[in-house]
């Protein structure tokens, strides 16, 4: 069966270039958070997180390399919000931007993940959606193998 579309409804790497912007923004209304930020970008959040976002999709349909790839990401996902909660120097404001940005990547990329394990078998991902969770196909409510009738 051929691979099907897979649509991938969230840049990710919009995400994170839009956290980045606002945290970088948000640090800079104070010199000591604007000096700390500067530095904790260049040691710490210096993997390039967000070309790494970008170049993630390019890998479908080859599953066990979008896979490999994901499992980077949520690599340097762990290491930035450690290195951000570990900072208090930046403020209060910026580690929380930051780390909204990265709890909702972490869930996002998982989600297309999914999408696109589900599309590189053929299946049309919408459908599936609206029957059910990917582990449940078919487990909806009212169905008799799937929630409460």
Same mark, same amino acid.
């Given at each position: 069966m051929a691979a099907g579309k897979w649509n991938r409804p969230d840049n990710l790497q919009q995400?994170? /270039?839009t956290a980045k912007t606002s945290a970088e923004a948000k640090a800079k209304t104070n010199k000591d958070w604007a000096s700390a930020f500067t530095k904790l970008q260049k040691e710490k959040l210096n #993997? $390039?997180? &967000?070309?790494?976002? &970008?170049?993630?999709?390019? @890998?479908?349909?080859?599953?066990? /390399?979008?896979?490999?790839?994901? /499992?980077?990401?949520? #690599?340097?996902? $762990?290491?930035? @919000?450690t290195a951000i909660k570990s900072n208090a120097a930046i403020g209060a404001e910026v580690p929380k931007t930051m780390n909204r940005a990265i709890a909702d990547i972490k869930v996002k990329i998982e989600n297309q993940f999914d999408d696109a394990k589900l599309a590189a078998l053929g299946a049309d991902v919408d459908v599936v959606r609206k029957m059910g969770s990917p582990g449940m196909i078919g487990a909806g409510p009212g169905n008799k193998i799937g929630g409460k009738k």
């Open positions: 995400m994170w /270039k #993997e $390039n997180l &967000g070309d790494a976002l &970008g170049k993630w999709p390019s @890998s479908y349909p080859d599953i066990a /390399k979008l896979e490999a790839g994901m /499992k980077k990401i949520q #690599e340097k996902l $762990n290491k930035y @919000s």
